[in-house]
C-alpha cells in the first residue's frame, strides 16, 4: 500500500529527546512532500507551538493541534476548525473534580482572543516546566477552551484518566500524553482520530492513511489509519494497539518505515 496520507505525532515520535528531527527523518519526510503526499502533523500541542515544530520538519499546510480540538493551517496562520468546550462545560468538569477528587489543578488552552494557556496559581506550582500564563479561575474558565489541563500530583496519569472518566463518562473526552498525574481534557468527540478523519475528508482522502504515534493520546488515530506504527519507546497501550512497532524515535523509526514506500533518492513512491 503506498500511503495517500502520511499523519505523525511530534513530541516522542518524529522528534528525538531533543525536540530535533534527525537529517535522515528530515529527508523521508521531504521525499513524501515531493511525491504529493499530504504530511500532518498531529499532536496534542497547540497551534501556537506546534509552528516551530513544522518548521524543523520542513512542512507546511494543515496540522492537527490539541488533541484534534484544532485543525490550523500553518501557511495562512488560521484555523480551520476549532472544538471547544464552553465556559458551562469547563465549570462543570473543574466542579466535578474538585468534588470527588481534591488535589486537582488546572489550566485552560484557548483560542478565543489571543491563544495562550492559562493556569492558575496550584498548577502553575505543580507544573513549573509548563509554560503558562497565570490566571485567576473564574478568568481561565470565562472563555471557550480547546483543552482543559487536569494536574494531581497524588494519581498517575492513568489512574487520572480514569478517575475523570469514571466521573463524566462520554460527555468529554479524557487522555493523556504525560507521566505525573496529568491528564487533557476535550470536548466529547474529540481525539486525534476524529481530528485527522476530519482533514482528511477535507483533503479528500477516503482510505490509504499511515500514522505513527507513541502515547495513548495517539490510540485513536492510529486506530483510524489504515496503518498504525508504534515506536519502539511507545506506551505498551499503544504497541498493543498497532499494526507495526518501527525503531524508537531516537533511531529514526519514521522513517524506516517511510523508506519503505518513499526510498531515499527519489522523490517518488514506490
Not at 522528534?15 to 530535533?20: G, K, M, Q, S, T
Not at 488546572?106 to 494557556?117: F, N, Q
Not at 493556569?119 to 500564563?133: C, I, L, N, Y
Not at 472563555?143 to 494536574?151: C, D, I, Q, T, W
Request: charged content about 20%; hydrophobic content about 50%.
Amino acid at each position: 500500500m503506498t500511503p495517500r496520507l502520511v499523519a505523525t505525532d511530534a513530541d516522542g515520535t518524529l522528534l528525538d529527546h531533543a525536540n530535533l528531527v534527525s537529517a535522515r527523518t528530515f529527508a523521508a519526510v521531504a521525499r513524501v512532500v515531493a511525491a504529493g503526499v499530504p504530511f500532518v502533523l498531529v499532536s496534542g500541542r497547540p497551534a501556537r507551538t506546534l509552528g516551530k515544530i513544522a518548521g524543523r520538519a520542513g512542512v507546511a499546510g494543515p496540522a492537527v493541534c490539541s488533541n484534534g480540538a484544532v485543525v490550523y493551517d500553518m501557511r495562512s496562520g488560521r484555523p480551520v476548525r476549532v472544538v471547544a468546550l464552553a465556559p458551562h462545560e469547563l465549570r462543570r468538569v473543574v466542579a466535578a473534580c474538585d468534588a470527588e477528587l481534591p488535589g486537582c489543578s488546572y489550566a485552560v488552552e484557548s483560542m478565543d482572543g489571543r491563544p495562550a494557556l492559562r493556569a492558575e496559581a496550584a498548577f502553575r506550582a505543580a507544573r513549573p516546566a509548563v509554560k503558562s500564563e497565570a490566571a485567576d479561575r473564574p478568568e481561565m474558565l470565562g472563555r471557550p477552551g480547546v483543552k482543559l489541563a487536569v494536574s494531581h500530583p497524588g494519581m498517575s496519569s492513568p489512574a487520572l484518566a480514569a478517575a475523570v472518566t469514571t466521573l463524566l463518562g462520554d460527555t468529554v473526552s479524557v487522555t493523556y500524553s504525560q507521566a505525573g498525574g496529568l491528564i487533557e481534557v476535550s470536548a466529547r468527540g474529540v481525539d486525534k482520530g476524529t481530528g485527522l478523519a476530519w482533514l482528511a475528508g477535507r483533503l479528500g482522502v477516503a482510505a490509504g492513511a499511515v500514522a505513527f504515534g507513541d502515547m495513548p493520546n495517539d490510540i485513536p488515530m492510529l486506530r483510524w489509519a489504515e496503518h498504525g506504527v508504534a515506536v519502539a519507546n511507545a506506551h505498551p497501550d499503544v504497541i498493543a494497539v498497532a499494526a507495526e512497532v518501527t525503531a524508537a524515535n531516537t533511531d529514526d523509526g519514521v522513517a524506516l518505515v517511510l523508506e519503505r514506500w518513499f526510498r531515499p533518492g527519489t522523490g517518488q513512491p514506490r
